[in-house]
């Protein structure tokens, strides 16, 4: 009866451990992020992005991120760069930064969607740098138009949402998972129990169908 019930709490044990919590987030905390670029037809591979460049859990905030030179950069094609963000790894496809048939300085305008301790989604655009964010950061003007000056460097924004809704239909398939778990394990209890009983039943049954019929068994 002890290895059934210790049986039982592992499961339940079990059970509790399967929450993501290596994905979990606190606010403030760091969230990973690397970048991958892309000149002409030659991609880079994705390198991780230092601490004072990513976002950070629940926190809106405007950071300078270095672009380097690309290998064979001419000018007269567009740069791109592409984002993963968090250890979901959740994917910003390319995002046009140099060359984009545009007068203005680029921001890079990343959302990102969060509930309670996950990261649910990031979607990020392209947009002109407000007039106000050039009037702040002047050099940025001066050397993004620079063609001998490099690393170059474009504004990001990280704009946090929470989200409060729930996912009913994932909450559901987990509560019947679990329940079908537990059916299972308690079926078993409740079988090693009968059998103990059905056992214990057919000894006393065969004990006295052994006694001779209008007597007691004599011992000597």
């Known amino acids: 009866m002890g290895t059934n019930r210790r049986t039982i709490i592992s499961v339940l044990l079990l059970l509790l451990s399967l929450s993501p919590n290596s994905l979990a987030y606190r606010p403030g905390d760091l969230v990973p992020m690397s970048k991958m670029g892309q000149y002409h037809s030659s991609r880079t591979v994705w390198h991780d992005m230092i601490g004072r460049h990513c976002p950070?859990?629940?926190v809106n905030r405007e950071v300078l991120i270095p672009i380097p030179k690309p290998t064979g950069f001419t000018g007269a094609d567009p740069y791109k760069l592409s984002f993963q963000v968090g250890r979901e790894k959740f994917l910003i496809p390319w995002l046009l930064?140099?060359?984009?048939?545009?007068?203005?300085?680029?921001?890079?305008?990343?959302h990102l969607r969060y509930s309670g301790s996950d990261l649910h989604g990031v979607t990020a655009k392209v947009i002109d740098m407000p007039?106000?964010?050039?009037?702040i950061h002047q050099d940025i003007s001066k050397h993004?138009?620079?063609?001998?000056?490099?690393?170059?460097?474009?504004?990001v924004r990280y704009t946090w949402e929470e989200q409060s809704d729930i996912d009913v239909a994932s909450g559901f398939y987990v509560l019947f998972g679990s329940g079908l778990v537990l059916s299972f394990v308690l079926s078993i209890y409740i079988l090693q129990s009968s059998r103990d009983k059905l056992a214990r039943f057919m000894r006393e049954t065969i004990a006295e169908s052994s006694i001779p019929a209008g007597g007691v068994a004599k011992v000597e």
């Open 56 to 58: 950070i859990f629940a």
């Open 97 to 110: 930064v140099i060359n984009r048939k545009s007068s203005e300085v680029p921001l890079i305008d990343v």
């Open 131 to 135: 007039h106000h964010y050039i009037e």
């Open 144 to 155: 993004f138009w620079d063609p001998q000056h490099w690393p170059k460097h474009v504004l």
